[in-house]
């Protein structure tokens, strides 16, 4: 059975999981029917995902005959261990996390122009730092390139949230353990209390 509890429809988390993740998961049907994983950068935007690779091999066959795709990203927060909530009892033992997951359909970008777009956008997401010429059609650094890569596009057709920090526990529950991640005091344990808080505040 699937947690209501952890199920979420805000558009606001899920720009900020696609714009946090680094690494997505592209799940495609191969030419014998076996699910094709592969793993990814990408960029989330106008509701719609990115990422680029070569003209030809699989992953562009694929996505070119075989249109319907998955994609899926995640961020991991802090591992709860059992001992915090019940004595010599594995089960309470879980990881708090985001996820987005979605269904869709591909297509390929061929425009030069939407290219060198696309391709500007990953170097923000991915070198904000700066350090190179802007992506431009026009600029011959970047023509050979721009003709010998392919940037695919998925139009999501289902998207499913999924931010796990403990909304079927009690608020004190909750605070408790806000308590815990205080005193254990890793990075990202402060990560996930910020986390926590806001579910607090959303009651």
């Not at 805000?10 to 900020?16: F, S």
């Not at 904000?128 to 970047?142: A, I, Q, S, T």
């Not at 205080?182 to 910020?194: A, H, S, V």
């Amino acid at each position: 059975m699937r947690r209501s509890d952890f199920q979420a429809n805000d558009k606001d988390l899920l720009n900020r999981i696609m714009d946090q993740a680094k690494v997505g998961q592209l799940a495609l049907t191969d030419s014998e029917g076996y699910p094709r994983i592969v793993p990814l950068n990408y960029i989330y935007t106008n509701d719609r995902v990115y990422f680029h690779g070569a003209m030809d091999g699989e992953k562009f066959t694929l996505f070119k005959d075989m249109p319907k795709v998955s994609f899926s990203v995640d961020i991991p927060y802090s591992i709860i261990p059992s001992y915090w909530s019940a004595k010599d009892y594995a089960c309470p033992a879980s990881t708090f996390f985001q996820s987005v997951h979605m269904r869709g359909k591909g297509h390929l970008v061929e425009s030069l122009k939407d290219k060198a777009m696309f391709l500007q956008l990953f170097m923000e997401k991915y070198q904000p730092e700066g350090g190179y010429k802007v992506v431009d059609e026009g600029n011959p650094l970047y023509r050979k390139g721009l003709e010998e890569t392919m940037v695919f596009e998925i139009r999501p057709v289902q998207v499913d949230i999924k931010s796990k920090f403990g909304q079927n526990l009690s608020v004190t529950a909750r605070e408790g353990l806000i308590q815990k991640l205080r005193e254990r005091g890793e990075k990202i344990d402060l990560l996930t209390i910020d986390e926590i808080k806001r579910t607090i505040q959303g009651e």
